[in-house]
């Protein structure tokens, strides 16, 4: 099986939790960047603005603010964009390999989440 198969299946699994324990005030979305594509549908995303190494999930806040969580699996490792991206933007992007570590960083940003953790 392959990670980025993994990573894809964590992610669906979070999303899904996600949609159930984030109050309502919270938007969240994921930027379609990665995946196989056509040379020809890669190069209209990259002139429609697709950025590379914008993380996994995005969270819009209330307050105009955000997040970026990055989601990693096995011994995958950030891509030199996502490294660049981390490093302008710091603790508000963090990196997790379980949604453990989501809840973990979501909480340390203050966020307040419903309910018991139920994905892996």
Known sequence: ?????LEDKLQIALVYELRLRLPPDVQFFHTPNGGERAKREAAKLKAMGVLPGIPDLMFL?????WRGIELKVGRNTLTPEQ??????????????RSA?????ALRLWG?????RAVAA
């Not at 490294?83 to 997790?96: E, I, L, N, S, Y």
């Not at 966020?111 to 309910?115: A, D, I, R, S, T």
Request: proline share 3%.
């Open 1 to 5: 099986m392959s990670r980025t198969y």
């Open 61 to 65: 806040l209330p307050d105009g603010t």
């Open 83 to 96: 490294h660049a991206f981390k490093a302008r933007w710091g603790d508000r992007v963090a990196v997790c």
């Open 100 to 104: 453990v570590e989501v809840e973990a």
């Open 111 to 115: 966020f307040v989440l419903k309910g």
